[in-house]
């Protein structure tokens, strides 16, 4: 995984979107939330999506998850398409190379803090003891060495963003995508959270975070401004947005 | 790729946590786990407690007819309830009625595949011994006695060709008699007296078995002396008291002759049994203008008790299965209710790699845990509840391997077919819709 690329010749991307769109219909109404999206994002990218409420940032996040599939253009994963793979496959790409965080934290509620984080590696597979070190050693890395049986509802907002944090790197994966992950926490555990991902981001880990706060775009590398489900602005080729096709 | 692929599925390991993780689920609401279970418990319960009790008593009825010998046919001679004249005769006439030895020469000579005969022929009167005495019977019978009507011979033995043919003074009391007769002291080798006659006890027998249940009516007339009775060669009999027999009843004397009052006929193999008891009630038609007679054929009693027991299967059957949809549209309710509760729980699982088919398998663990354990309580129960019955009742009830396990099967594969529906309902939400749920 690790990229050994120099610095001259551009590195593959990631991912890479080509006129992503996603239309919702209802009833006799088409809602058009993506209406094509063009984006390529490189390893140890640390991106943020900006944006109005209800410009599409997370539809285009559940498409980048492989939560959804885009009603047309291509996504390309790591090289491969992944746009129109079949519901088992799409699970496996996600298990495997995706990891998500949520504003919500999603924890299940019936696990400890342990068995939240050893889900994704449940679903890869991998033995009970091997899963066990690695959870153990991430929620070390979160700062929750002490509270590794408490469950969901004995933790603060941020600890539990932080067991999410957890979950989300134990299958090590390609990208991690995070959908206003301070959106419900103060300002103190927000800036924790934000802690971590900038020092996960300084190991080589590719994040992309949707978010309200206009601070974040100083913070990351890369800044992706949406509007009416387009790209309206990407720091990275800043006259991307006024491209026409 | 591909048999990585099949390990993660079928991995012992994963159904090992999968199970787990749905032991915590139903944990996590123990009341509400406990009632869903509640309806396979007593649908369960209620099967093995009723198959056992069913089958404590058609095994009583049944072993009382196999103690009447599946090969024999048996018949018994009954005073006629209409004879017009009856009146008339009380006083003058000896009432001559029942069966006869020409019967029997007729019955071994006629019908084919007869293989043995066992008369027998009754006087009632008083039993003494020294001045203790009881109120029973003096049946004349013949040595194959014991073997045909399947009754051991507890103590010495019973008499011989040769004590028949010498027509010896020889006796053997039921068990019942003997422990009237002889409370404290040993019976054989003592004397007992009918009548003027003095008979050696030779041997002790087991009491002839209780009537099965009502509607296997083999009583015979006067089935209270039959426990009281001393067996004695039918020669020894037919010298002591003559073929006229006195009775001294209700005021009156009553004279009858009765040559034989029970023949036991054995059929060489039980194929044959029912055919022959055809031809032998047409025989005795020919011979007999009155109904002086009764035939009784335990084989076919056996039968018709195995169809009760069919029919009593069916409908405990029916219950059982009534019962156990019940309970399993208890889990299935409570199923669909878990699903939309934990829809969240199931997106966060898909978008965290769990494909459709680990979605379904971990809702279906958690039914089978829900019926499986429902079917081991109700195990438990309905193995201790007939013992209980037992204990307080008196009733019989038996229990065989096979209902409880078949019970518990049945329940875990009520859990399965009443789970897949909400199972795969969970498994059809897509992660998106399943995860923007509240
Ligand atoms: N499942 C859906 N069905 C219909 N419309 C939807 C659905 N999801 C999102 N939308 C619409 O798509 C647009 C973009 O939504 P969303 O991506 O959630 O915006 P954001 O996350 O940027 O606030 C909105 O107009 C929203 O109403
Ligand atoms: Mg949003």
Redesign the pocket.
């Given at each position: 995984m690790d990229e050994q690329s120099s610095a001259a010749t551009l590195p593959k991307p990631v991912i890479q979107l080509k006129g992503v769109e996603k239309h919702y219909t209802m009833g006799s109404i088409v809602v058009k939330a993506l209406q094509g999206i063009d984006l390529q994002v490189f390893p140890k990218d640390y991106i943020s999506i900006l944006g109005p409420?209800g410009c599409g940032?997370?539809t285009m996040l559940n498409i980048l998850g492989c939560l959804d599939k885009p009603t047309l253009g291509e996504y390309h994963l790591d090289g491969e398409d992944v746009s129109q793979l079949e519901d088992d496959r799409l699970s496996q790409v996600r298990g495997k190379r995706l990891g998500f965080i949520f504003q919500s934290y999603n924890l299940i509620q019936q696990l400890t803090v342990l068995e939240n984080i050893e889900v994704p590696l449940f679903y890869q597979g991998i033995s009970e003891k091997d899963s066990r070190e690695i959870a153990v050693d991430l929620a070390g890395q979160v700062g929750l060495g002490k509270r590794l049986d408490h469950r969901p509802t004995e933790l603060s907002g941020g600890q539990q963003q932080r067991v999410a944090i957890a979950r989300a790197l134990s299958n090590d994966p390609a990208v991690i995508l995070a959908?206003?992950a301070t959106g419900n926490l103060d300002s103190k555990s927000g800036g924790d959270i934000l802690e971590i991902f900038d020092a996960l981001n300084d190991r080589g880990k590719t994040l992309i975070l949707?978010t309200h706060d206009e601070g974040m775009a100083d913070r990351t590398n890369r800044t992706i401004r949406l509007k009416d489900g387009l790209v309206q602005f990407d720091s990275k080729s800043p006259n991307a947005g006024g491209q026409q096709h | 790729m591909k048999i990585d692929e099949i390990k993660n599925t079928v991995s012992l390991f994963r159904l090992k946590r999968s199970i787990i993780l749905g032991v915590k689920s139903l944990w996590m609401h123990k009341l509400r786990s406990l009632l869903t279970a509640l309806g396979i418990v007593f649908g369960v319960c209620s099967v093995i407690a009723m198959l056992a009790i069913g089958e404590g008593a058609s095994y009583e009825a049944q072993q009382q007819i196999k103690d009447l010998g599946s090969q024999n046919i048996i018949l018994q001679s009954i005073k006629p309830t209409n004879t017009t004249t009856a009146g008339e005769q009380e006083r003058s006439l000896i009432l001559e009625y029942g069966l006869t030895f020409r019967d029997i020469s007729q019955i071994q000579s006629t019908i084919p595949g007869v293989e043995v005969t066992v008369p027998s022929r009754d006087v009632k009167d008083f039993i003494w011994r020294l001045s203790l005495s009881v109120d029973g019977t003096a049946q004349g019978t013949v040595p194959w006695f014991p073997e045909m009507k399947n009754r051991d011979v507890i103590k010495g033995r019973f008499f011989t060709q040769v004590e028949m043919e010498r027509r010896s003074n020889v006796c053997i009391l039921t068990e019942s008699l003997a422990r009237k007769l002889f409370p404290l002291d040993e019976p054989i080798g003592s004397a007992v007296r009918m009548q003027r006659s003095y008979f050696r006890v030779i041997g002790v027998i087991e009491d002839k078995p209780t009537s099965a249940g009502s509607e296997t009516d083999l009583s015979t007339e006067d089935d209270s002396g039959d426990s009281m009775a001393m067996l004695i060669p039918i020669t020894t009999l037919a010298d002591h008291f003559g073929e006229v027999l006195f009775k001294y009843r209700s005021g009156s004397f009553e004279a009858e002759k009765v040559e034989v009052h029970e023949v036991t006929v054995r059929i060489e193999e039980a194929d044959r049994v029912l055919p022959a008891a055809q031809a032998i009630r047409h025989m005795l038609e020919r011979n007999h203008s009155d109904s002086d007679y009764k035939m009784t054929v335990p084989l076919d009693l056996l039968r018709r008790a195995e169809r009760t027991k069919q029919i009593f299967n069916i409908v405990l059957g029916s219950i059982a299965a009534i019962s156990l949809i019940v309970g399993g549209i208890g889990i299935m309710n409570i199923m669909l209710a878990t699903v939309t509760e934990r829809t969240r729980e199931i997106g966060i699982r898909r978008a965290l790699g769990a494909k459709r088919k680990d979605i379904v398998l971990q809702f279906l663990i958690e039914t089978v845990l829900l019926s499986g354990t429902g079917g081991l309580i109700g195990v438990a129960l309905g193995l201790s509840i007939p013992l209980i019955i037992s204990h307080f009742a008196e009733m019989k009830t038996i229990i065989q391997l096979w209902a409880p396990v078949l019970a518990f099967t049945i329940s875990v594969v009520t859990g399965v077919l009443f789970g897949i529906y909400p199972a795969f309902r969970a498994a059809g939400l897509s992660p998106v819709e399943a995860l923007r749920h509240e």
């Amino acid at each position: 995984m690790d990229e050994q690329s120099s610095a001259a010749t551009l590195p593959k991307p990631v991912i890479q979107l080509k006129g992503v769109e996603k239309h919702y219909t209802m009833g006799s109404i088409v809602v058009k939330a993506l209406q094509g999206i063009d984006l390529q994002v490189f390893p140890k990218d640390y991106i943020s999506i900006l944006g109005p409420s209800g410009c599409g940032k997370s539809t285009m996040l559940n498409i980048l998850g492989c939560l959804d599939k885009p009603t047309l253009g291509e996504y390309h994963l790591d090289g491969e398409d992944v746009s129109q793979l079949e519901d088992d496959r799409l699970s496996q790409v996600r298990g495997k190379r995706l990891g998500f965080i949520f504003q919500s934290y999603n924890l299940i509620q019936q696990l400890t803090v342990l068995e939240n984080i050893e889900v994704p590696l449940f679903y890869q597979g991998i033995s009970e003891k091997d899963s066990r070190e690695i959870a153990v050693d991430l929620a070390g890395q979160v700062g929750l060495g002490k509270r590794l049986d408490h469950r969901p509802t004995e933790l603060s907002g941020g600890q539990q963003q932080r067991v999410a944090i957890a979950r989300a790197l134990s299958n090590d994966p390609a990208v991690i995508l995070a959908d206003e992950a301070t959106g419900n926490l103060d300002s103190k555990s927000g800036g924790d959270i934000l802690e971590i991902f900038d020092a996960l981001n300084d190991r080589g880990k590719t994040l992309i975070l949707i978010t309200h706060d206009e601070g974040m775009a100083d913070r990351t590398n890369r800044t992706i401004r949406l509007k009416d489900g387009l790209v309206q602005f990407d720091s990275k080729s800043p006259n991307a947005g006024g491209q026409q096709h | 790729m591909k048999i990585d692929e099949i390990k993660n599925t079928v991995s012992l390991f994963r159904l090992k946590r999968s199970i787990i993780l749905g032991v915590k689920s139903l944990w996590m609401h123990k009341l509400r786990s406990l009632l869903t279970a509640l309806g396979i418990v007593f649908g369960v319960c209620s099967v093995i407690a009723m198959l056992a009790i069913g089958e404590g008593a058609s095994y009583e009825a049944q072993q009382q007819i196999k103690d009447l010998g599946s090969q024999n046919i048996i018949l018994q001679s009954i005073k006629p309830t209409n004879t017009t004249t009856a009146g008339e005769q009380e006083r003058s006439l000896i009432l001559e009625y029942g069966l006869t030895f020409r019967d029997i020469s007729q019955i071994q000579s006629t019908i084919p595949g007869v293989e043995v005969t066992v008369p027998s022929r009754d006087v009632k009167d008083f039993i003494w011994r020294l001045s203790l005495s009881v109120d029973g019977t003096a049946q004349g019978t013949v040595p194959w006695f014991p073997e045909m009507k399947n009754r051991d011979v507890i103590k010495g033995r019973f008499f011989t060709q040769v004590e028949m043919e010498r027509r010896s003074n020889v006796c053997i009391l039921t068990e019942s008699l003997a422990r009237k007769l002889f409370p404290l002291d040993e019976p054989i080798g003592s004397a007992v007296r009918m009548q003027r006659s003095y008979f050696r006890v030779i041997g002790v027998i087991e009491d002839k078995p209780t009537s099965a249940g009502s509607e296997t009516d083999l009583s015979t007339e006067d089935d209270s002396g039959d426990s009281m009775a001393m067996l004695i060669p039918i020669t020894t009999l037919a010298d002591h008291f003559g073929e006229v027999l006195f009775k001294y009843r209700s005021g009156s004397f009553e004279a009858e002759k009765v040559e034989v009052h029970e023949v036991t006929v054995r059929i060489e193999e039980a194929d044959r049994v029912l055919p022959a008891a055809q031809a032998i009630r047409h025989m005795l038609e020919r011979n007999h203008s009155d109904s002086d007679y009764k035939m009784t054929v335990p084989l076919d009693l056996l039968r018709r008790a195995e169809r009760t027991k069919q029919i009593f299967n069916i409908v405990l059957g029916s219950i059982a299965a009534i019962s156990l949809i019940v309970g399993g549209i208890g889990i299935m309710n409570i199923m669909l209710a878990t699903v939309t509760e934990r829809t969240r729980e199931i997106g966060i699982r898909r978008a965290l790699g769990a494909k459709r088919k680990d979605i379904v398998l971990q809702f279906l663990i958690e039914t089978v845990l829900l019926s499986g354990t429902g079917g081991l309580i109700g195990v438990a129960l309905g193995l201790s509840i007939p013992l209980i019955i037992s204990h307080f009742a008196e009733m019989k009830t038996i229990i065989q391997l096979w209902a409880p396990v078949l019970a518990f099967t049945i329940s875990v594969v009520t859990g399965v077919l009443f789970g897949i529906y909400p199972a795969f309902r969970a498994a059809g939400l897509s992660p998106v819709e399943a995860l923007r749920h509240e």
